[in-house]
């Protein structure tokens, strides 16, 4: 599953072209688009096969998607009768290997042209075909596309391996641009040395412009313009951090703190040796056997002491993961959720160790024992306290291979996906999973939340500071502590896919306060600093965070919206603070805080807010339409009323009633009745076999595609989710806003 959060209300939703029971146009569904506040899916057409492939921002807030597989039909391949690497005509879709798409979120009519996918066999192509390929924004807002599979495999190698390059034709060793800048992409030797295991490379754009590169065993600084690499040290313990290891890697907080000095963190994936990798075809080893990696490693690629870059051991993962991945979340942590203990990503009939079809203990998945727990990495605690766990509930939802998650503007985590299988496969171990989950980080037991005000639409490389103005009714205590443990935030989530989220990046503005007598904040802040490279053009959300407890986040688009050289002025000059002695916020006050609040201000005061409902929770929100099918909500409510609904779950405040809430979504009702569908979260981490044979399993009715087009019809997933209505978050139905 891929994801990104296209506008301030909406995220947009790619999956694997496959057997799933959702139609549109007379073929199986592959894309949507969510509705955050509704929570309501509705059906998007796609034509080029998007799976597996990369994704990115562009600088006016559009999305792009560049390469996938070939067409493939029922079975994931092209044995059904007049199927071709080029176009199947069962699920058709078109070969997505060299496919560009773009798509511009908009407010409008979701079915109109100006507010669909761009996506055509014979549109907008890359020079080469590319499956898995790395990509990184860069300061011009263009991006690099680099290397990748021809048609897949397992890894991105034949064995043994003699034409590292090619692969025979497996292999794409090039890069390219998007813009195109022409001519015939150029080799990567990076891409050569890291023959096998280099699809979906790490890449993060450094403060230089040079690029960081991480595959392999290996890494490089690159500079792309010339195509010239310098080596940095291996990783250490040999411990392949890319797909399929596919550890959690992130960017670290870019902070004043750190003189916006990137750090890079790898925590997880694999150390099986180069022989028990295999090859395209499958690994050596029975994976799900193998034990993920806890080791973490941390490394700065451009120090500002000019000292020669090293790998510094970090602290393990509280449980080894396979496919775990960053979520920056806004109070400067780093949430990390998914992946499995054993095993990798990947999928396949075969191992090199089990040779008979079938015989796989978990069905096609190359991993097991799903990691349901959430942890979470704070960069400023002491080394040995910087990961916790404690208070966060756990998720019984295996979310293995084609998982995704992305922080949503109100704060919670959004997590999806999980299909290690060939096809669509509902029955199995690890089934294709539609049901999305969403994740409220420690900061939701905040009854009130900042609501900032005079937060700008587009922001800038340098100039001018602004003003954010925190009324003293949405924080609590003493204002000038308050003011003092205010920080402002700059998030980019990114395209997630495949454990990763491609151009995530998060960054602190500067800032200083005057505090007015009322108790009224306001934040001088500083506009970025003025080197694109620390923060590409683009989409990004802003949040205010007061006392750990972040606002919601305000959608802004950074830089002059078009691809070029960004304009750039000098750093913003913010006043001297100023301190209002008697002042102090009149919310509701004194609970006990979050212990995840921000700590990068050194503030020891700390008023906490009143602890709500919602604590660090995990909850479902049935299926997300379509990819995602039309949940058959009232026969489940229909089932609950033969048998009573009684849950043991806490439901508190969940009761919608038949009007208002409901009342706007057409005919069908909301009700409580359907708080079944939270059994799971009762259930153990690997009771994937009660899953299975739940009542609650994701249903499909099947209904010609002539009726999609009734948003009535689809069911409004909030409907599962406990906490939806009593989490407190800002209301972000001020009217349109203009983000494009
Ligand atoms: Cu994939």
Redesign the pocket.
């Known amino acids: 599953m891929m994801m990104f959060v296209g506008s301030p209300d909406k995220v947009y939703i790619l999956d ?1 072209v496959e057997g799933n029971a959702q139609q549109i146009n007379g073929h199986s569904l592959y894309a949507s688009v969510w509705d955050i506040a509704s929570r309501t899916a509705t059906p998007m057409d796609v034509e080029t096969n998007p ?2 492939a990369a994704g990115m921002h562009l600088p006016n807030g559009s999305f792009a998607t560049f390469g996938g597989n070939n067409a493939v039909g029922p079975g994931g391949d092209n044995s059904a009768p007049g199927s071709t690497p080029a176009y199947d005509p069962t699920y058709q879709d078109f070969a997505g290997t060299r496919a560009i798409r773009i798509i511009s979120p908009c407010q409008g009519d979701i079915s109109s042209p100006a507010c669909s996918w761009y996506d055509s066999p014979n549109g907008l192509q890359m020079a080469k075909a590319r499956w ?1 390929p790395g990509a990184e924004p860069l300061a011009d807002g263009s991006v690099v596309l680099l290397g990748g599979f021809i048609s897949g495999g397992y890894i991105n190698r034949n064995t043994p391996n003699g034409d590292p390059a090619y692969s025979g034709g497996g292999s794409e060793p090039t890069f390219e641009f998007y813009p195109s800048r022409g001519g015939e992409p150029a080799i990567s030797q990076f891409m050569i040395k890291t023959s096998g295991l280099n699809a979906y490379a790490h890449t993060y754009l450094m403060p230089s412009g040079k690029m960081f590169v991480q595959a392999n065993y290996s890494t490089i600084l690159w500079d792309y313009n010339a195509n010239v690499e310098t080596p940095l040290p291996d990783m250490p313990n040999q411990i392949v951090r890319v ?1 399929p290891a596919s550890a959690a890697t992130a960017m670290l907080p870019l902070t004043p703190a750190n003189n916006y000095t990137p750090t890079i963190l790898f925590c997880g994936g694999t150390n099986m040796t180069d022989d028990q990798w295999g090859n395209f075809t499958a690994p050596i080893i029975n994976t799900w056997d193998w034990p993920a990696e806890t080791d973490c490693q941390r490394i700065t690629p451009e120090p500002q002491d000019g000292s020669a870059p090293v790998y510094i051991q970090d602290d393990d993962l509280p449980i080894g993961r396979t496919m775990g991945q960053f979520i920056a979340l806004p109070d400067g942590t780093m949430l990390v959720v998914n992946g499995g203990q054993n095993g990798t ?2 999928y396949g009939k075969l191992t090199w160790s089990t040779l008979i079809q079938g015989d796989m203990p978990f069905g096609e998945s190359y991993a097991a024992g799903p990691v349901g727990q959430p942890a979470i990495y704070n960069p400023n605690a002491p080394a040995g306290q910087r990961w916790s766990s404690a208070g966060l509930q756990t998720s019984s939802i295996a979310r293995l ?2 998982s995704s998650a992305l922080l949503l503007p109100d704060g919670s985590v959004m997590i999806a996906g999980s299909n290690p299988n060939i096809d669509t496969n509902t029955s199995t171990i690890f089934p294709t999973t539609y049901k999305a989950e969403i994740f409220y980080p420690p900061y939701f037991s905040a009854k009130t939340r900042p609501a900032p005000t005079g937060i700008p639409q587009t922001l800038s490389y340098g100039g001018n500071p602004f003003d954010i103005t925190v009324p003293s009714t949405s924080y609590s205590g003493n204002a000038n502590d308050a003011a003092d443990n205010t920080t402002v935030w700059l998030i980019r989530q990114g395209f997630t ?2 454990a990763m989220n491609m151009g995530q990046r998060i960054m602190q503005l500067n800032t200083t306060y005057t505090v007015q007598n009322d108790g009224t904040l306001i934040i001088h802040t500083a506009q970025p600093p003025p080197n694109p490279n620390l923060f590409q053009p683009g989409p990004a959300f802003l949040f205010v965070t007061v006392n750990g407890i972040p606002s919601n986040g305000s959608y802004l688009i950074l830089g002059s919206g078009q691809v070029g050289t960004q304009p750039t002025q000098p750093a913003s000059v913010l006043p001297a603070s100023i301190r209002a002695d008697s002042a102090s916020g009149s919310a509701p006050s004194n609970g006990s805080s979050s212990s995840n609040s921000n700590q990068s201000s050194g503030a020891t005061t700390h008023t906490g807010a009143i602890i709500g409902g919602v604590v660090a929770a995990i909850a479902a929100v049935g299926i997300l339409g379509a990819i995602f099918g039309i949940c058959l909500a009232r026969r489940r409510r229909a089932a609950a009323a033969r048998t009573g609904s009684a849950s043991t779950y806490p439901m508190s405040s969940t009761n919608l009633g038949e009007g208002g809430v409901a009342a706007g979504l057409g005919a069908r009702g909301v009700r409580s009745s359907d708080s079944s569908a939270f059994v799971p979260l009762q259930q153990g981490n690997h009771s994937t076999a009660q899953l299975i044979n739940s009542p609650y399993q994701d249903e499909f009715d099947g209904r010609g595609s002539e009726q999609l087009g009734r948003s009535g019809e689809y069911g409004r997933s909030g409907e599962f989710d406990p906490y939806y209505d009593s989490a407190p978050r800002i209301s972000t139905s001020a009217g349109p806003q203009k983000y494009r």
């Open positions: 694997k799976f597996c898995y797909y990503a990947g291979y084609h896919t495949h």
